[in-house]
């Protein structure tokens, strides 16, 4: 009796990346959408400006904000920046419509640390449903 090897390695390896794009599609619109529900909103433009894109080759998503007040949100300014690296004496900004105010910084909102700590026990479970059938 002769034994047949048949290779199904592409088909299975193009399987798993298609399932892995699904799966960073999901677990980054989750991310996206839970960082977007934690943010104070005043306008709005830090709230929208968060997205997440999935890099086809790399099967990399990565969520986030260009928005430069989203980084004052997430990691803090001034006497309470996240790291103790902010400002130590207090300064004066001005606002968009023209305003001053005098301030020692932003305590950190941690908007996207905390989606991404709230939903890890949901993407673990998405993870497993998408790829317990591969």
């Known amino acids: 009796m002769a034994i047949k090897f048949e290779d ?5 390896k193009e399987a798993l990346r ?3 794009l699904v799966f960073l599609e999901e677990a980054g619109g989750e991310i996206e959408a839970q960082t977007k529900r934690n943010c104070a909103v005043v306008t ?7 997205g ?3 890099d086809e080759s790399s099967l990399e ?4 904000s260009d928005y430069e007040n989203a980084i004052w949100e997430e990691f803090g300014t ?3 920046a996240l790291n103790g690296d902010g400002r130590k004496t207090p300064w004066v900004y001005e606002d968009e419509s023209g305003e001053k105010h ?5 305590q950190p909102k941690r908007m996207l640390w905390n989606a991404f700590q709230s ?7 998405i993870a497993e449903s998408k790829f317990g059938g591969v």
Request: include cysteine; charged fraction near 25%; glycine fraction near 10%.
């Open 18 to 20: 298609q399932t892995s």
């Open 61 to 64: 998503c990565h969520t986030g």
């Open 44 to 50: 709005g433009r830090t709230k929208e400006s968060f």
């Open 102 to 106: 005098l301030t020692t910084g932003k």
């Open 78 to 80: 001034g006497e309470y």
């Open 52 to 54: 997440h894109s999935v």
């Open 8 to 12: 199904n390695s592409k088909e299975v």
């Open 119 to 125: 939903l890890q026990s949901k993407i673990i479970k």
